[in-house]
């Protein structure tokens, strides 16, 4: 077998890996240090690669931002700031119209933003925001299904690690990729708040409602959450004027988290040891899914496989706009069984040159900023997608008497929501990219 057949094959053996639950960061390992392997013809050459390949991959400052993000959404989770946020939202919207389900949204933006991770957020906000809304009377379709849509502005929202991963493989500015995701991020949680809007008004018996709260507890819940709003306009505004570095702003937060945490009585020294094993645990995590990730490259960039599949698709004649929607489809579907880091290192390195060679009108920074976003937030579509989003299981695993098929019906709204928002980015770049003319 020649060594472009051996690399189209390694692709669904890898997706039959992930779907017999083989850790995905040590498949895409021992399928690149295989197949180059095979290419090679002999075992030296792979054995010098495994040599320098971790030092290269981690020898990049860039990644030191991972483990201080995921430090500084540990200490966001344990300071009782997903609490504090939607009673914050629920205290301003709750007695409107839906307001209960949108103070969910809300509160999912804003511990998303100083989260960075979709899943966390869909969990945390779980525990948090389903009993309220069950006791508002909301049907276990909205309530589960605004949970796992809110969940996925976890990742959208900065900071994100995603990005921070997206603009090291594409040498973009991860400052300008931050500012770009914002926009977006907005656009996500207000569509998801009309989508709230629109269902308790089609479905009237789908959400009840509870008593507006005077001023006074409103500014209390506020006082509550203003620490939390300082910590993410600092981080992001001090990133984005160039006051601090990525991995400066993202030390800024972590500290500002944790004295956060310390305020609120969350920091004691059982949380703070929990604190660190668990950004720890994800640090590991990630930073084998990017060693993994970077062999399977090599691997792939042996064989030729993105440079022939590049030179295939242009002599399909098909326009610029044709293929990107082809690639959002297969994000679309493959977010469905795959996390988003891992979707991105294995699949930026070969459809990242072909958007790169096409003509959308855009300076290149500009289509590989652009891109970046249209891909996060397709990959996320994927994680509240029925029949296999992995947000779904994760919100209805807290409602166990909500059936699966209820969470389904629920979700649905939401995901028409994000597809028309996709439509929009990709019509109108200038949407994602305004921000970045200041």
Not at 21 to 26: K, S
Not at 327 to 337: D, E, K, P, Q
Request: proline residues 5%; glycine residues 12%.
């Amino acid at each position: 077998m020649d060594a472009l057949a051996l690399a189209a094959w390694s692709f669904p053996v890898l997706l039959l890996l992930i779907f017999l639950r083989f850790p995905i960061g040590l498949a895409m390992l021992l399928l690149g240090l295989a197949g180059s392997w095979q290419v090679y013809g002999s075992l030296p050459p792979v054995l010098n690669q495994m040599k320098t390949l971790a030092y290269v991959q981690f020898s990049n400052h860039s990644l030191t931002i991972v483990p201080l993000f995921l430090l500084m959404g540990q200490f966001a989770s344990i300071g009782g700031m997903s609490q504090a946020l939607f009673k914050a939202a629920e205290a301003f919207l709750g007695h409107r119209k839906g307001g209960v389900g949108m103070a969910a949204i809300g509160a999912c933006a804003g511990f998303g933003s100083i989260c960075g991770s979709s899943l966390a957020t869909a969990a945390t906000m779980g525990q948090v925001a389903l009993p309220e809304l069950r006791r508002a009377g909301y049907s276990g379709a909205l309530s589960t299904g605004a949970l796992a849509a809110g969940g996925t502005l976890g990742i959208l929202i900065p900071p994100s690690i995603v990005l921070v991963i997206y603009a090291i493989l594409t040498e973009q500015n991860i400052a300008k990729m931050f500012a770009a995701a914002m926009i977006p991020g907005i656009l996500a949680a207000l569509g998801y708040m009309a989508v709230i809007g629109i269902y308790v008004r089609v479905a009237p018996g789908s959400a009840g409602s509870i008593p507006a709260v005077p001023w006074s507890e409103r500014m209390r819940a506020f006082r509550a959450v203003w620490p939390a709003i300082v910590i993410f306009v600092t981080v992001i505004g001090g990133i984005y004027t160039g006051i601090f570095t990525p991995t400066e702003g993202a030390s800024v937060g972590a500290v500002g988290t944790g004295l956060l945490a310390w305020r609120n009585g969350g920091l004691s020294k059982k949380n703070l040891l929990a604190a660190f094993e668990g950004t720890a645990s994800g640090t590991g995590m990630v930073f084998l899914i990017v060693l993994g990730a970077a062999a399977y490259n090599n691997f792939l960039a042996l064989s030729q496989l993105p440079q022939e599949l590049a030179l295939w698709v242009g002599t399909l004649g098909l326009g610029p706009y044709s293929v990107l929607w082809a690639i959002l489809v297969f994000y679309l579907i493959m977010g469905c069984v795959m996390d988003s880091l891992s979707m991105i290192l294995l699949t930026i390195p070969i459809f990242f040159p072909m958007i790169s060679g096409l003509d959308f009108g855009l300076t290149a920074e500009y289509t590989a900023i652009w891109f970046g976003i249209l891909v996060l937030i397709v990959v996320e579509v994927g994680l509240i997608t029925p029949p296999v989003g992995m947000n779904l299981f994760v919100i209805q695993s807290m409602a166990p008497d909500i059936s699966i098929s209820d969470t389904y019906r629920g979700v649905w709204p939401f995901v028409l929501s994000d597809f028309l928002r996709v439509c929009v980015l990709v019509a109108f770049p200038a949407i994602t990219l305004w921000i970045l003319r200041f």
